[in-house]
């Protein structure tokens, strides 16, 4: 089976879309950064998405996995407009699995107007595993095919704060998501672990608790139970590929996949003898392996 990772593509509206009567908050500042700095960064993601999704079909992909940030801000404008831009994607193979990203909850109205689940529900479904949708519908459990499942955890939240954009898994999903990992359903399965966070910076750090997976050394410790797998994240605007000694499976960080000459990607191949992993890139527009 032949997986398309992707991450943080971050699909751009005008700012005279974004609805400013949400902005008297931590919103404010953001489309500040968004109107000097990050429009510039991402103002082709929706052409890029394009892009992927032929990428996708020439490489003959089976499922796409994105871990999340699809909007700047979190405003219903760039939720319309990101799930236009990954109807594509969506569209391959055996299907679409995702997460939000922190800027997808960016605040407590995102949450309460459940935005997200509205634009994404789609594909947030659980097939039926025990120990499944705990949370809401998290963790997600998808049986793919006979050798291959994927589990997502949420670790995305509000951070009303303007200095503070970090995560954390609630230990209700945490505990689920050792159960399920310990599912014969699950466990005779080639796992992708999916979240937004990073649970290691590129060096292997943990990252900053203003940026970073609050409980992230609790996430891999329950991670160890994978045997045949891999944890795959976003959030940090960098491609690579890590292993921890105390973990068998690797983690794998996307990077950005529309971030202006840094564009990331993953495509993995899961055999029975394991899983090859080919680093992507955006080049004279389009993406190569």
């Not at 949450?111 to 994404?120: N, P, S, V």
């Not at 670790?155 to 303007?162: G, H, L, Y």
């Not at 991670?223 to 068998?248: D, E, M, N, Q, Y």
Request: glycine share 8%.
């Amino acid at each position: 089976m032949r997986v398309l990772h992707v991450s943080d593509v971050h699909v751009t509206v005008a700012l005279t879309d974004l609805p400013w009567r949400d902005m008297v908050n931590k919103r404010l500042l953001g489309a500040l950064n968004y109107k000097l700095r990050r429009f510039k960064q991402f103002q082709h993601a929706a052409k890029k998405l394009a892009a992927l999704a032929e990428f996708a079909k020439k490489q003959h992909v089976d499922l796409v996995i994105c871990t999340g940030d699809y909007t700047a801000l979190g405003t219903e404008p760039e939720f319309v407009a990101a799930r236009a831009a990954i109807s594509g994607l969506a569209a391959i193979g055996s299907g679409y699995l995702t997460v939000p990203g922190n800027h997808d909850i960016y605040l407590n109205d995102s949450l309460a107007d459940r935005r997200f689940e509205r634009h994404f529900g789609a594909f947030l479904k659980s097939d039926a595993v025990p120990g499944a949708a705990t949370d809401g519908p998290w963790p997600i459990a998808r049986l793919i095919s006979d050798e291959v499942a994927v589990v997502a955890v949420n670790s995305a939240r509000p951070n009303p704060q303007v200095w503070r954009s970090s995560g954390r898994i609630p230990e209700r999903q945490l505990e689920a998501l050792k159960d399920l990992l310990a599912a014969p359903e699950i466990a005779s399965r080639f796992v992708f672990v999916i979240t937004h966070y990073a649970p290691r910076r590129p060096d292997g750090t943990p990252d900053t608790w203003t940026h970073g997976l609050e409980n992230a050394d609790a996430f891999l410790d329950v991670c160890k139970a994978l045997k045949r797998g891999a944890i795959l994240h976003g959030h940090i605007h960098h491609r690579f590929r890590l292993a921890v000694p105390s973990l068998t499976a690797e983690i794998f960080g996307a990077g950005s996949s529309t971030c202006e000459h840094r564009e990331g990607l993953w495509l993995f191949d899961v055999t029975r003898d394991g899983l090859t992993a080919a680093p992507g890139r955006y080049t004279n527009g389009e993406y190569v392996v």
